[in-house]
Nanobody, 121 residues
Framework: VQLQASGGGLVQAGGSLRLSCAAS????????MAWFRQAPGKEREFVAH????????YYRDSVKGRFTISRDNAKNTAYLQMNSLKPADTAVYYC???????????????WGQGTQVTVSS
């Protein structure tokens, strides 16, 4: 599966952005989808993942209650709605796909190219 992330940008603290991850291929619905992020000088970190049907999600603690991961299998697209953004959320955001659950980058075989999110204070 090939992934294309989009939707990043510059936003003030407290603002919102919605990231999209468009997937190619007819097997999108069989993959667990996730979002990771990587800030300058830091390791890539897990943000959220969602199961095949979209009824099971998991988030890192620092984004719980602010971010929502979702998917539309008919459109081969996953989303990350980000509200109440903070400067600490500034990073390049990557979408990823896997056939297994995981929170480590190594658990995911397929990656999008990344989209920059910058939150100003």
């Amino acid at each position: 599966v090939q992934l294309q992330a989009s939707g990043g940008g510059l936003v003030q603290a407290g603002g919102s952005l919605r990231l999209s991850c468009a997937a190619s291929g007819r097997t999108f619905g069989t993959y667990i989808m996730a979002w990771f992020r990587q800030a300058p000088g830091k390791e890539r970190e897990f943000v959220a993942h969602i199961n095949w049907s979209g009824d099971n999600t998991y988030y890192r603690d620092s984004v719980k209650g602010r971010f929502t991961i979702s998917r539309d299998n008919a459109k081969n697209t996953a989303y990350l709605q980000m509200n109440s953004l903070k400067p600490a959320d500034t990073a390049v955001y990557y979408c990823a796909a896997s056939t297994i659950y995981g929170v480590a980058p190594g658990d995911y075989a397929y990656w999008g190219q990344g989209t920059q999110v910058t939150v100003s204070s």
